[in-house]
Structures are given as structure tokens and as C-alpha cells.
């Protein structure tokens, strides 16, 4: 028996190499269709959140009319002194319209008393605040701030938003 070897030549090559970008393209593109339009976070100072600092997030236009549920992320290190934090989501869709102010009470810690999230260095957590119903185009403004009673929040190292397609109603 004979063993030959077969060689590929330049063009099959080329051409299992733009298949193959081109499987990886679809499925980047099918794995990138959850439904969020917009997602993004802010960095907190090193020295904490402090009390006045609110966090202004600008959304871009909105795809299509229909509702969007808000959900809100957070970052931080496992030193956090507390085991719940309570934020203020402030929406407003345009000059327009009424502003809207949710108290988001979030508790951050497991039965046990230990901080829950997801991480290693930095914990993640991430928790619906509520939705906003927009029209096609329309941009709207999302500010965050803590009511604590410590004045700076130390230990956080982002806060995020994530708007995303909503089957509820605003």
C-alpha cells in the first residue's frame, strides 16, 4: 500500500478560509440579535459614587415604536460594606413628557449574608427597572443616582444600562 499525500491547493485554501470567515460572521451576527439596542456603563472615581454624582445615560433612537424594559448593572469588589443598594431611575423620552422616577431598593447579598453576582476580581449584577414605551426615532435621557445614607458609596466600579425589546407593555 501506498500512502499519497494529497495537497490542497492555494485556491481550495482561500476558499475554506472565506468559507469558514463567513460561518463566523453569521454566527456572530445571529448571536448579536437579543434585542438590546443600547448597552453601556459608566466608571465610578476610584475614591466612590458620591451622593450628588448622577450617572447620564443618552439612549440613540429607538429602532421602532414599542415598549423597552431597562435594566440596570453594577460592578463592584467584594469589600462593598452593604448588602442592598437603592437607586433612583429617572427616565424621560423628550422635552415633552413627564419625567418618570423609580426607587430601585436591590438587594446584593445571597441567604447566607455574601455578596452574589457573577465575577471574579469585580462582582457583576444586573436587575430590570422597569420599561419605557418609545416611538421610532424618539431618544430618550436615563440619569442614576443612589439615596444611601453614606454620603460616597465606595467599593463600585461601574453602573450600566441596558435597553432592550420589551413584550410588556410600559
Given at each position: 500500500?501506498?500512502?499519497?499525500?494529497?495537497t490542497v491547493?492555494?485556491?481550495?485554501?482561500k476558499?475554506?478560509?472565506?468559507?469558514?470567515?463567513?460561518?463566523?460572521?453569521a454566527?456572530?451576527?445571529?448571536?448579536?440579535?437579543?434585542?438590546?439596542f443600547?448597552?453601556s456603563y459608566r466608571?465610578?472615581?476610584?475614591?466612590?459614587?458620591?451622593y450628588?454624582?448622577?450617572?447620564?445615560?443618552?439612549?440613540p433612537?429607538?429602532?421602532q415604536?414599542?415598549?423597552?424594559?431597562?435594566?440596570?448593572?453594577?460592578r463592584?469588589?467584594?469589600?462593598?460594606?452593604?448588602?442592598?443598594?437603592?437607586?433612583?431611575?429617572?427616565?424621560?423620552?423628550?422635552?415633552l413628557s413627564?419625567?418618570r422616577?423609580d426607587?430601585?431598593?436591590?438587594p446584593?447579598t445571597?441567604?447566607d449574608?455574601?455578596?452574589?453576582?457573577?465575577?471574579?476580581n469585580l462582582?457583576?449584577?444586573?436587575?430590570?427597572a422597569?420599561?419605557?414605551?418609545l416611538?421610532?426615532?424618539?431618544q430618550?435621557?436615563?440619569?442614576i443616582y443612589?439615596?444611601?445614607?453614606r454620603?460616597t458609596m465606595?467599593?463600585?466600579?461601574?453602573?450600566?444600562?441596558?435597553c432592550?425589546?420589551?413584550?410588556?407593555?410600559?
Open positions: 500500500m501506498s500512502s499519497e499525500r494529497q491547493s492555494p485556491q481550495r485554501k476558499a475554506r478560509k472565506r468559507i469558514s470567515l463567513v460561518a463566523v460572521v454566527l456572530l451576527a445571529t448571536a448579536c440579535t437579543h434585542e438590546t443600547f448597552h466608571h465610578i472615581a476610584p475614591n466612590g459614587w458620591r450628588t454624582d448622577t450617572l447620564e445615560f443618552l439612549l433612537p429607538a429602532p415604536t414599542e415598549a423597552y424594559a431597562l435594566s440596570v448593572g453594577l463592584i469588589d467584594a469589600c462593598f460594606p452593604y448588602q442592598s443598594l437603592t437607586l433612583v431611575v429617572e427616565t424621560k423620552a423628550d422635552s413627564l419625567l422616577k426607587t430601585l431598593f436591590w446584593l445571597q441567604d449574608g455574601t455578596l452574589g453576582g457573577s465575577g471574579v462582582l457583576q449584577f444586573e436587575t430590570p422597569g420599561h419605557l414605551q416611538r421610532e426615532g424618539q430618550a435621557r436615563v440619569r443612589h439615596i444611601m445614607s454620603e465606595p467599593h463600585i466600579h461601574d453602573v450600566g444600562l441596558r432592550s425589546r420589551s413584550d410588556e407593555g410600559a
